[in-house]
C-alpha cells in the first residue's frame, strides 16, 4: 500500500481541485456553444423576454468558461433584465406602486405652475419634489432588483442593493471594453492606474518584487501615453533614433518597447535632468532603473541578473521614488 506524505497529499488535492476548475471551465465552453445556437435561433425577437432569458443564460456561461471578465459579465448579463425593467415600466406593469407617487409629482407641479411638458432642472425642484421623486426611483430601484432576481441574477442583485457604487462601476467598465474598444488612451489611462493600484497593495502585503514590477508597467503605460498625445514631438524623436532601433520596430507607440520608449522620451526632453542643489537626477537612468526592475517578470532575466538576490523594501522604494519622479515630469 502506497502512502502519501502531508506534502504530498496537499499537493494529490491542489491537483484535483485544479482538474475540478479546468473541467468545469470546460463544461462551460460545450454550454457556451448550445446557447450561442439557440441565441442565434431567437433572433427577431430581441425585445422580448425570451431573448433576454437566452442573453443571461449566455452570459453566465461565458462567465463560467472564463470568455467574460467579472465586469463584462456584470454588463452582459445585466444589459438584457434592464431592457426588459424599461418595458414594463413604460408599459405600466409597476403602475400598482407607481400610480399613487406619480400622481403626487404630478399635484406638486401644478401647485408651482408648471404646465404639460415643463419639468425642474436637476437639483431645482422644491423639497417636497424632490422627497416624492425619490420615493418614486426608490421603488423603481426596488423593482429593478426584483427583476434580477427573476432573472436568476441574484448575485448581481445582491451587489447593486448592497454595493451599489461598485456595481456602477463595473458596468461602466463592461460597457466601455465593448463600445468604447477603439479609445487606446482612455484604456491606457485605466491601466495605469490598475498598475499603481496593484503596486500599492502588493507593497503593503510585503510583496515587493510584484510591486516593482507594477510599477513598471504603470511606467511604460505613462510613456506610451505621452508619446500618443504627442504624436509629432514622438514621431519626430524617433526618427532620430539610430537606425537599428527604428528598423525593428513600427512608427506607432504601441510596437515600441520599453527602451524606446525611454530612448524617445529622452530626445524629445520629456525626461531630463533634474537638479537639487548639488545633485543632478537623470531621468531616463531612473527610468531605465524602473525597466530593469519590472524585467526581473522574466525568470532568465532574473535568473541571469540577480540570481541570489531578493527584491525586497529597499529595491522597491527606489523604483517607488524614481517612479514619482518620472510621473511628474510626463505629467
Known amino acids: 500500500m502506497i502512502q502519501l506524505t502531508m506534502s504530498e497529499q496537499d499537493d494529490s488535492a491542489e491537483a484535483q481541485a485544479a482538474i475540478d476548475y479546468l473541467t468545469e471551465k470546460a463544461m462551460g465552453v460545450v454550454a457556451l456553444t448550445q446557447l450561442a445556437q439557440e441565441l442565434a435561433a431567437l433572433k427577431g425577437g430581441k425585445r422580448d423576454e425570451a431573448y433576454a432569458k437566452a442573453q443571461v443564460a449566455f452570459a453566465q456561461a461565458a462567465e463560467k468558461a472564463g470568455r467574460l471578465s467579472i465586469e463584462e459579465y456584470v454588463f452582459f448579463a445585466g444589459y438584457p433584465v434592464e431592457g426588459v425593467h424599461s418595458d414594463r415600466w413604460f408599459a405600466g406593469s409597476y403602475d400598482d406602486q407607481l400610480g399613487s407617487v406619480r400622481q403626487q409629482l404630478n399635484e406638486i407641479e401644478k401647485e408651482h405652475g408648471l404646465s404639460d411638458g415643463e419639468y425642474w432642472l436637476r437639483g431645482e425642484a422644491p423639497p417636497e419634489y424632490q422627497a416624492v421623486s425619490a420615493m418614486y426611483d426608490e421603488i423603481l430601484d ?17 451587489m447593486k442593493r448592497q454595493h451599489p457604487d461598485d456595481y456602477a462601476a463595473m458596468r461602466e467598465s463592461g460597457r466601455r471594453n465593448v463600445f468604447e474598444k477603439q479609445d487606446l488612451s482612455a484604456a491606457l489611462s485605466n491601466l495605469t492606474a490598475t498598475y499603481e493600484g496593484e503596486a500599492k497593495r502588493a507593497a503593503s502585503g510585503g510583496a515587493y518584487l510584484a510591486a516593482a514590477i507594477m510599477l513598471g508597467s504603470a ?12 504624436p509629432i514631438e514622438a514621431s519626430s524623436a524617433f526618427s532620430s533614433l539610430p537606425p537599428e532601433i527604428r528598423r525593428r520596430q513600427g512608427a506607432n507607440p504601441l510596437s515600441w518597447d520599453f527602451i524606446t520608449l525611454i530612448a524617445v522620451a529622452a ?17 531616463p537612468r531612473l527610468a531605465t532603473l524602473i525597466r530593469v526592475n519590472r524585467n526581473m517578470v522574466h525568470p532568465a532575466r532574473y535568473a541571469k541578473d540577480r540570481p541570489f538576490v531578493y527584491i525586497g523594501e529597499q529595491v522597491y522604494g527606489e523604483a517607488r521614488a524614481s517612479y514619482a519622479l518620472l510621473r511628474d515630469a510626463l505629467g
Open 142 to 158: 426596488r423593482k429593478f432588483l426584483e427583476t434580477l432576481e427573476e432573472f436568476g441574477l441574484h448575485e448581481l442583485a445582491d
Open 219 to 230: 511606467a511604460e503605460c505613462r510613456l506610451m501615453l505621452k508619446a500618443r498625445d504627442n
Open 267 to 283: 530626445e524629445a526632453t520629456w525626461l531630463g535632468t533634474l537638479e537639487r542643489g548639488e545633485i543632478a537626477y537623470s531621468l
